[in-house]
DNA sequence: TCGTTATATTGCAATATTACGATTTGGAAA
DNA sequence: TTTCCAAATCGTAATATTGCAATATAACGA
């Protein structure tokens, strides 16, 4: 019952701007300029985007960042200079279900 | 997109003290004995109940069944001296749906 | 009316969350 | 090496959340 990465999880959807990245990540190419390195879909987006698109300080970009990959929402992906992210479909996947059986 | 309800409901669902509440609620018969007024499953379950099972002092308990009033995912319902909450059930598989959708 | 019981509200402390600026780290280019 | 850029981390302020004690309100019973 007590499921500390399942109130993890909830705690890290339970933000707008959480959501947000969650939404834009569903479909990377409809939200996002295309990247010099790393493809949109494969390796995910890149923070710097991300942040832009939130109108968000860096470190508070980096900080919502970290809360979805803590979560093992998103799988990020170091390339050269940056960092990538993508969402993980199958913990997602689970986690709904998860809401579905114990909220 | 920016839905305070919605975001509201998160938040409310995002603590292992309310996921018990709304857990328990479920099936009141199973999680709680008798009451004297009110039927358990009609009419939901006492306060007083739910506050003795959470191990939480009376002010806390009240406070975390409002939010859950106010997000919408339980209806209360005052007879006599006592109030008894059950779950919205409409509600709760809206949001559910909406988190499928929007996660 | 008075006392008791159940719930709600208020005020407050401890902690968590969210935001930012400053700084550090890691990698790439000059 | 030095410089630059992206990301991560640190320190801190503002705000929100979670808990409790004290008090208020509402409903009943004597």
Request: glycine share 6%; hydrophobic share 40%.
């Amino acid at each position: 019952m007590n499921n500390p990465e399942f109130d993890r999880q909830l705690k890290a959807i339970a933000n707008p701007h959480r959501l947000m990245i969650l939404g834009w990540l569903k479909d990377p190419a409809r939200h996002f300029r295309p990247q010099v390195d790393g493809d949109l879909v494969e390796d995910g987006v890149c923070a710097l985007l991300i942040g832009e698109k939130l109108s968000l300080a860096q470190p508070t970009t980096a900080q919502h960042l970290k809360i979805l990959v803590d979560a093992g929402l998103l799988v990020p992906k170091r390339i050269r200079k940056w960092t990538f992210y993508r969402r993980d479909e199958e913990r997602i996947v689970t986690l709904k279900s998860a809401i579905g059986t114990q909220v």
